[in-house]
């Protein structure tokens, strides 16, 4: 007699609550547990499956008699459910592994420290317009376990970040996007960049010479880190600054891609996204769409109509000649930097959260060139104070968006940008970078 083999699930979110309904799907005895709270709309969606569920702890009599776990990508290795586990070799996974083990779908798998979600949204937007039975998810959309159980898609366009990956052994992207990669939550890796470095080129893990590799060409710790590797698949890099024969590569004109011995040329003035780093996410998205040898005029107008993510450089208003930007998903420097870059006007510039281990003088040149004045929006705002005093002439603090949103008003003039763009993450005084970015934007609609 076969006993029915036992999951817990460990994270009730979107992917906790989708990998349960596969694994329900697949004959698994299923087990979801949650150490924080779990929201309304996923406690529902358990109770009417007829899940045996928790919050508030994990039950380890449960958890660590476990065939296999399913881990949220928010929980940290050091957790000491974790470090039970691994004692006991329970073997744990992602939610993007477990369904890979039940879906034939192809995948295009994008990572990067920055524009991942711009580029997998775009890459989604080509694909779906062009027609293909495509799915999205890892960190966007629906989850992809729920997606194989209720309706399995032709193929998925998945974002994935290091967490996602460090937790992923078998599966294999078809077509593989490493963006760039910059520092970016080292607290998780301890502090050692090239534990950072190996846990985003997991991207390429298992591909063989059948599958793609799009990657940024201009991006010395890729170039670095490739130099060392033998790597089966076939590269289809992309540059700002190198004409490449294979890949994609922009002019200050136009952009160029070259695959399957065929070229796709678009003007850089047509392109729906603005400013040399979304040059690059459209030459990503663009090449991954010619790998699929989708029509030229499909993704043409795909890349000129495309609307981007909410967000992420996000328009909120003008307000007497006030224009605020909502960029709240920029948490790291790199990002903020590319935020920082693409202002063509005076600046006031709310940053603070959650320090990631921040080195604030890549962006000093910028500061000084482009912000006017700052305002600090954490709890603890040291480091920046400590960073840029001297170098702006007005820093001010703030503990809520609408305090931070009431100072940009009155420090900034007609013709005058204020830019919400963090470089931290929210979790001192918002749950999420969306709430973060909701606030503000709440606030600004108040003025």
Request: glycine share 6%; net charge negative; hydrophobic share 40%.
């Amino acid at each position: 007699m076969t006993t029915t083999k036992k999951i817990s699930i460990l994270g009730a979110g979107e992917s906790g609550v989708g990998a349960a309904i596969l694994a329900k799907k697949q004959g698994w005895e299923v087990f979801v547990s949650d150490f924080g709270s779990i929201k309304d709309e996923f406690k529902n969606e358990l109770t009417e499956n007829g899940f045996n569920w928790e919050e508030g702890k994990h039950s380890e009599d449960i958890i660590l008699n476990s065939d296999l776990i399913i881990k949220s990508p928010g929980i940290p290795d050091k957790a000491p459910i974790i470090k039970k586990l691994k004692e006991k070799g329970i073997k744990i996974i992602s939610e993007i592994e477990f369904g890979g083990y039940y879906s034939k779908a192809k995948s295009i798998c994008i990572t990067g420290s920055n524009g991942k979600t711009t580029t997998t949204m775009l890459t989604y937007h080509i694909l779906k317009k062009a027609g293909l039975n495509v799915g999205l998810a890892g960190n966007v959309g629906k989850s992809y376990a729920k997606q194989i159980a209720n309706d399995d898609f032709d193929i998925y366009v998945l974002e994935l970040s290091s967490f996602q990956l460090d937790d992923m052994f078998e599966f294999k992207a078809d077509i593989a996007v490493l963006m760039n990669i910059t520092p970016d939550h080292l607290d998780r890796y301890n502090y050692e960049m090239q534990n950072y470095v190996d846990s985003k080129f997991r991207i390429i893990q298992n591909q063989t010479n059948e599958n793609w590799f799009i990657f940024n060409y201009d991006d010395p710790i890729i170039q670095a880190e490739i130099s060392k590797k033998e790597i089966k698949a076939k590269q289809a890099p992309f540059s700002l600054n190198k004409q490449l024969e294979i890949g994609g590569y922009a002019s200050e004109e136009q952009i160029t891609i070259n695959t399957n011995n065929k070229q796709f040329i678009m003007s850089i003035h047509e392109l729906a996204l603005k400013g040399k780093h979304n040059a690059q996410n459209s030459l990503a998205s663009g090449i991954a769409a010619k790998i699929l040898e989708i029509r030229s005029e499909s993704v043409r107008e795909s890349l000129s109509d495309f609307v981007n993510v909410e967000h992420r450089l996000e328009f909120v208003a003008k307000v007497h000649g006030i224009e605020f930007v909502n960029d709240s998903k920029a948490t790291n420097i790199n990002s903020t930097w590319f935020a920082l870059e693409s202002m063509d006007k005076p600046t006031v510039w709310i940053v603070g959260g959650v320090d990631k281990g921040n080195d604030y003088n890549e962006l000093m040149a910028l500061v000084k060139e482009k912000v006017k004045a700052i305002i600090c929006l954490g709890e603890d705002n040291s480091k920046i104070i400590e960073a840029f005093t001297g170098v702006v002439d007005t820093i001010v603090e703030a503990k809520s968006a609408f305090e931070a949103v009431s100072y940009g008003y009155r420090l900034a003039r007609k013709d005058e940008t204020v830019l919400l763009s963090p470089a931290c993450a929210s979790f001192d005084l918002f749950e999420n970078y969306e709430e973060r970015g909701n606030m503000f934007k709440q606030a600004v609609r108040g003025l």
